[in-house]
């Protein structure tokens, strides 16, 4: 399995981005949770959102809640971040990534089946 993400660019603070991921090999990825995570310089990697197989669960990190929207599209085997209202704290490497529970995606520590390579956001003041 394959993940490739792309969207990333450079964003003046208060602008959006739209984060894309898609997934490419097994055909029955789909039943997979889906999520971002991301890392800043001199920082560990940390949570960004996940959503469950159907789509109906969805969990965020506290820093991003009510700004960014994960969601997903089976049919193409893609999975978006919706990124609003960015701050220039919000500057990373966003990695996409598979595995078999969304909620515990956001567990610190957890390690998801598969990743893919990250795109650069940059979020200037």
């Known amino acids: 399995v394959q993940l490739q993400a792309s969207g990333g660019g450079l964003v003046q603070a208060g602008g959006s981005l739209r984060l894309s991921c898609a997934a490419s090999g097994r055909t029955f990825f789909s039943t997979y949770a889906r999520g971002w995570y991301r890392q800043a310089p001199g920082k560990e990697r940390e949570f960004v959102a996940s959503?469950?197989?159907?789509?109906?669960?969805?969990y965020y990190a506290d820093s991003v809640k009510g700004r960014f929207t994960i969601s997903r599209d089976n049919d193409k085997n893609r999975v978006y971040l919706q990124m609003n209202s960015l701050k220039p704290e919000d500057t990373a490497v966003y990695y996409c990534a598979a595995g078999l529970n969304a909620q515990a995606m956001g567990v610190p520590r957890y390690e998801p089946d598969n990743w893919g390579q990250g795109t650069q956001v940059t979020v200037s003041s």
């Open positions: 959503i469950n197989w159907s789509g109906l669960s969805t």
